[in-house]
């Protein structure tokens, strides 16, 4: 079997304090940082013994994961195994880089958010450059709030072409064409973060091909939906995998939409779907039709 796993752990806190997020500088207890290991450890243990399938994982933590030894661990070795086919996570890359020099970095890769204000940009890409020194592939992100436009001009200028610059819609905020067509100009593919996408009815891929497990090993069909499919560990949530459309009126966040199969994504992100890769940059000439 081929699955696609989203992991969330109870992990909750970070070391920025970006002000459109909600966990910003949140302090988890001791408490809550112990449990949020041994969830990760025991999923890090379930992969582990999957041989039998195909695996990919994206670890999408409420706050900071990289900054924790037991992330780092993880994504290493669950890059090393060989029924893993990709291991990401998303990380706003405040933690040091070295710790890759031990995974398959043909396994391994990194979406990577640059929030102004938090650091700075020089610091920022230096990080990136050594990813790139490293063969580690990434993306690198920005939110598109009015006043990161500059920041985000300047960040697409250093980076190497190569790298995919995305850039997510900021939650709340209504777009000009004008406006849409400056965030546009450095992410071709801004027109799928720009609206909701409707998805009431639509046929998707989670819940058959892709699951989200909680610390808990609670699986659902995506982080969006409530409704439980059963446990990772027991091996309850097989029984009820299956095509299944969406119940939600809408979806509105990349890790959701990308698996509509009413969008083009999984074409455009081929072989980078997790990480946030494009497959080549003639994704530079696509244009995303309006909803």
Known sequence: MDLTILYRGPLASCDYDCPYCPFAKRRDSREALRADRAALERF??????QSGDRLSVLFTPWGEGLTRSWYRR????LSRLP????VAIQTNLSCRTDWTAEADRDTLALWCTYHPGQTPRDRFLAKCR?????????SVGIVGLPGHLDQARRLRAELPEQVYL???????????DAEAA???ALDPLFGYSRHPHRSAGLPCRTGASVI?????GTVRRCHFVRTELGNLYDGSYRAALRPRACPLAVCDCHIGYVHLESLPLYDVFAGGVLE????????????PTPP
């Open 83 to 86: 029924h893993i086919e990709r």
């Open 276 to 287: 946030r890769i494009p497959a080549t940059l003639t994704h530079r000439s696509l244009r």
């Open 130 to 138: 050594e990813l790139a020194a490293r063969r580690v592939r990434h």
């Open 182 to 184: 400056d965030w546009t």
């Open 74 to 77: 993880a994504l290493t070795e």
């Open 212 to 216: 989200s497990v909680d610390g808990d």
């Open 44 to 49: 890090t243990a379930w992969a582990r013994e």
């Open 166 to 176: 995305w850039v997510n819609a900021a939650e709340g905020h209504t777009y000009t």
